[in-house]
């Protein structure tokens, strides 16, 4: 035999008895071939051919073949299987017709599968589920979770934990840094000194609004030498509307917002920005976040004040309907379970940090979520209507916003339209007689009189309450192949195994948010101030901020991170409190200083020596461009899109779509799911079709080309410079005001040198091409712009 032959025996000899352990059931398909094996040839022969007579519907025979354990249990005639001894394992006897118990009765099954089900026994019947929750749940001897699963960090409440002591009380400013000093003199290290009053007001111009401070406000903060000077210019950001915009995108990253559907039917979400809007109100009014959480999953359930508050209740429910949607799928059942199963995703990575999907087939393979805890949540979702129906083309539901009085009254009227078209359906069957003929003809007129004065209001896209009902558990993620019925309830590691249940004529969506919302949840108020930090410092305590599970990373500094979460529940859940909490703090005011022992010790700054250098995201570049070129406008809410509700997106199926040519702020501008605005995809603009709590930062050739070739840069520093060219100064001043607009800062005395010849090079080699001088002069200083503004410092942030 050849070296090869003999290696590749080996590895058949290493498979066989690899499979051949009956205690082979871990749950990685991929790294376990007999699992595989199960996946593939096993379980789909038991479901097609088994489950109809032998499954949880039906059990002829008292035996089930669904589950390992009901399968060593068996039926009236004995056990069905015999691990390693097929020739013993009264399931093969059957389907070999070998004797007088036939299985199936009518048609034996092809020699393929009676091959598979055969050597599936003999490796030891490994079924991947039967060491997973589903096995636990059935058998009370068994505890649901291990002690492990049970005291993992992040499903313990938030400790309070007293605040460190340190060495050098001089630079503490808040507790915030105190947390930080003591873990940095625990490795010996020290803080970088503090920034320049420059840099500081950049940084947090751009943090809490998103722009770049005007000269105006940089010479305002420069001339404040009071102690207050930094808090009276966060409070001033904070007060400022775009404030909510900045912040409000952050969170639509985490909301999957988008203008349109995506999916196989991409059609416009026509009233998504609604939700857009509702969002940036909610951040600019400091809307307290349970309050921010109840309202977006249960807002139409909530009591309201007045019509304004009621429509903002609706509106908010949207974060359920914007995800995408399967809408030309054949089979219903499977279209609005795909929904379920987004909206249940949604909710576990944008509040709880936890990957909650992965548990839809079977039991989360790392955390403690079992298939049973899907299922008891996506009851509430499935009890909330989403959808008008699920026929093809489907449509999702809206709701009409408006005067309380104009919304009862259209509703009567559209109750009495659907009456009236019943009853014309019903009246079409019968015979023609002169009466009948007269009653249709009366009952057109009074339709026609109806939708003619049915009152036309706004509409919103929102969820409220549908057939509340619990749902089964779909093995293996199939809804053909059910399970048993599990209670509408909460994650039992979180929630407890003794839950109150949840009332039979609601959906639950209302207790959810309340669950959530409880001061002593383990991961409510953890995820966000985590979320909250990052989006300031650029990397989050937790630097997996969509996953707070075991695949994810573990806290820095978990003491802070608990103290941080307890703190933002103290203040009555507000982030402007946090904001100013973080921001007051000698951490945050740190500069970027490089340290080399600090960089050896930390590489990765998590213990936070300095502060991060952030590169802008794509919506700030967008914006700050228009800003420093004079063009922005400042307006404030309303939709952009050029299409009308329900319709194909423009160009579709290709979704061509170019209408971005608008100077307002890059929040308003349509998100096309199946085409992103090219600015935004070459800055790293999250999917929206997934929950998004953290975006790339990249560094590609595509990104330098843009900010020097591409039509936007070329038509804003040409207005950027005619406004500099109308400046009543010298050119030494248009130097300094370009410098100071676009970076904050003032250029030194070599860099002015350098700025000017630069336009005067640029102005000999123009008019040798005869132009008009003014045109030379102009597109000389558009040169000049175009430099700076490409430069890294203008979309980076100290």
Known sequence: MSSLGRRQAATIAASLLLLSLPHLQAADHGANPAAKFFEERVRPVLANRCFQCHGPEKQKDGLRLDSLKSMLKGGESGPAIKPGKPEESLLIRAIRHSEQLQMPPKTKLPAREIADLTAWIKMGAPWPDAKLGVRADSDPQQPLFTPEEKSFWAFQPPAKPPLPTVKHVAWIKSP????????????????????????????????????????????????????????????????????????????????????????????????????????????????????????????????????????????ATGLLSLGPKMLAEDDSVKMEMDIVDEQVDTVGRTFMGLTLGCARCHDHKYDPIRIADYYALAGIFKSTKTMDHFRVVARWHERPIGPKADVERRQAQEEAIAEIKTALDRLSKLADKPEVETRVKRLREELAALEKSLPVLSEAMAVEEGRIANIRIHLRGNHLTLGPEVARQFPRIIAGLNQRPIDPKRSGRQELADWLTRPDHPLTSRVMVNRIWKW???????????????????????????????????????????????????????????????????????????????????????????????????????????????????????????????????????????????????????????????????????????????????????????????????????????????????????????????????????????????????????????????????????
């Not at 996953?547 to 802070?560: S, V």
């Not at 400046?727 to 250029?747: F, Q, S």
């Open 176 to 315: 915030i840094d105190e947390f930080i000093l003591a873990a940095l003199e625990q490795k010996g290290l020290q803080p970088a000194p503090p920034a320049e009053k420059r840099v500081l007001i950049r940084r947090a111009t751009f943090d809490l609004t998103g722009l770049p401070p005007t000269p105006e406000e940089i010479d305002a903060f420069l001339r404040d030498e009071s102690p207050e000077a930094f808090a009276s210019m966060i409070d001033r950001l904070l007060a400022s509307p775009h404030y909510g915009e900045r912040w409000g995108r952050h969170w639509l990253d985490v909301a999957r917002y988008a203008d349109s559907n995506g999916m196989d039917e991409n059609l416009a979400y026509g009233n998504a920005w609604r939700y857009r809007d509702y969002v940036a109100a909610a951040f600019n009014k400091d809307k307290p976040y349970d309050q921010f959480i109840r309202e977006q999953l249960a807002g139409d359930l909530l009591l309201a004040v007045d019509d304004a508050e009621r429509n903002e209740h609706l509106i």
């Open 536 to 798: 300031h410092f650029g990397e989050g305590l937790v630097r997996s901020p969509d996953n707070f599970g075991k695949l994810g990373e573990r806290p820095a500094n978990q003491p802070f991170l608990d103290w941080l979460a307890g703190q933002f529940v103290k203040s009555g859940w507000s982030i402007k409190a946090m904001h100013r909490l973080i921001m007051l703090s000698s951490t945050y005011q740190m500069g970027t200083a490089y340290d080399e022992r600090s960089a050896t010790v930390d590489p990765e700054n998590r213990l936070h020596w300095r502060m991060n250098r952030r590169r802008l995201d794509a919506e700030e570049i967008r914006d700050a461009i228009l800003a420093v070129s004079g063009s922005l406008d400042r307006g404030i809410g309303g939709s952009l899109f050029q299409g009308a509700n329900r319709a194909y997106v423009p160009g579709y199926p290709n979704s061509i779509y170019d209408r971005y040519d608008f100077n307002r702020r890059s929040i308003y501008l349509p998100v096309l799911r199946s085409a992103l605005y090219d600015v935004f995809q070459a800055f790293d603009f999250p999917d929206p079709s997934v929950p998004s709590g953290e975006r790339a930062s990249t560094t590609v050739a595509p990104q330098a080309l843009f900010m020097l070739n591409s039509k936007l840069m070329h038509e804003q520093t040409r207005k950027m410079a005619e406004r500099l060219l109308r400046e009543p100064v010298d050119d030494v001043g248009r130097v300094r005001l370009v410098y100071e607009k676009a970076y904050g800062g003032l250029p030194t005395t070599k860099e002015t040198a350098r700025s000017l010849h630069f336009v005067r090079r640029s102005e000999e080699t123009l008019e040798t091409e005869k132009m008009a001088a003014r045109e030379v002069r102009l597109r000389s200083w558009q040169s000049l712009c175009r430099a700076v503004l490409a430069a890294n410092e203008f979309i980076s942030v100290e």
